[in-house]
């Protein structure tokens, strides 16, 4: 483990000389309150240096009990036995690792965050990917290996359960931020992300139906959103008496409800509704050209 007093005193003296050099900044620019922004931008770095130390600390941490199991006497001093002590003690560190997981499980399962969930689902495959080195080796006997592969399936199916939940979670709460979002961008950027979460975890289970149906309403979300954008703004054209610029952007909406993922019971009565609107505007375009014409010949 890295030296903590270390690392807080190198991200103390970093935020304090970002402090200072920013204070003498802001005095040399005439700024009246120099301190304010100053302490706001140190608070900032010590902030995100103690976020980074407990993210990377958690995994370091994961990373050795997986390795070498929640008690430090475990540790080999880089010679490995094969002896019966190195078998049971290989077991056990599997067997505690085990119930790490199990205890993260529970925790992830009674608290609120979805990102507890991924975690949990990362313990899973470091684990399983340890267990699989360890059944490589071939260092147990039958009823050793009975066991870890009895384990790998309980863990299996809480990697499973704990990535389809993350997903799950995760796009509902990014679709109803989405939907909460008043800029066409932000909207769909926010739809993407969901998205993204769903499709993270079809690469591991593709075959999961609610996670295949959630894609399909996210990607039909995002060709609502893209239609609507350009139906709004053909309508402000078409109000304005701009019926050529309105006409092509009801063809852009038309572009996209028949190239995005969208149900036939949508897209066929959308089309139709933009197809009116572009012919009954290529009439008023069509009048208004003749109506130029037979006053220019008067």
């Known amino acids: 483990m890295p030296s903590s007093v270390g690392y807080l005193a190198g991200a103390f003296v970093a935020a304090l000389a970002l402090f200072f050099g920013l204070w003498w900044m802001l005095i040399s620019g005439g700024d009246e309150a120099p301190w304010i922004p100053a302490g706001l931008a140190a608070s900032v770095v010590l902030l995100v240096a103690l976020s980074a130390r407990e993210v990377v600390m958690r995994r370091a941490w994961t990373k050795y009990l997986l390795e070498h199991g929640s008690d430090?006497?475990?540790?080999?001093?880089?010679?490995?036995?094969?002896?019966?002590?190195?078998?049971?003690?290989?077991?056990?560190?599997?067997?505690?690792?085990?119930?790490?997981?199990?205890?993260?499980?529970?925790?992830?399962?009674?608290?609120s965050s979805a990102e507890s969930h991924f975690e949990v689902f990362q313990l899973c495959q470091e684990y399983l990917a340890t267990t699989d080195e360890a059944l490589k080796s071939n260092n147990f006997p039958g009823d050793k290996r009975m066991a870890v592969k009895a384990g790998q399936e309980r863990v299996r199916t809480l990697q499973k359960h704990h990535l389809l939940t993350w997903a799950r979670n995760s796009s509902r709460s990014l679709t109803y931020e989405a939907q909460q979002r008043s800029r066409t961008s932000d909207k769909i950027e926010a739809a993407n992300r969901a998205l993204h979460c769903l499709e993270s975890a079809q690469k591991f289970y593709p075959e999961e139906a609610d996670l295949n149906e959630s894609s399909v309403a996210i990607r039909e979300f995002i060709a609502s959103v893209k239609v609507a954008h350009w139906v709004e703004l053909a309508e402000r054209s078409a109000f304005k008496g701009h019926y050529r610029r309105a006409i092509e952007r009801y063809k852009d909406a038309l572009f996209?409800?028949?190239?995005?993922?969208?149900?036939?019971e949508i897209r066929i009565p959308g089309a139709e509704r933009i197809a009116r609107e572009i012919e009954s505007l290529q009439s008023q375009l069509n009048a208004r050209k003749n109506g130029s014409n037979e006053r220019s010949t008067q």
């Open 72 to 111: 430090p006497s475990l540790r080999s001093s880089g010679e490995h036995k094969r002896s019966s002590s190195s078998k049971t003690s290989t077991s056990a560190i599997l067997s505690a690792a085990s119930r790490v997981i199990q205890k993260r499980s529970e925790e992830a399962d009674s608290g």
């Open 256 to 264: 996209y409800l028949n190239r995005e993922t969208v149900k036939d």
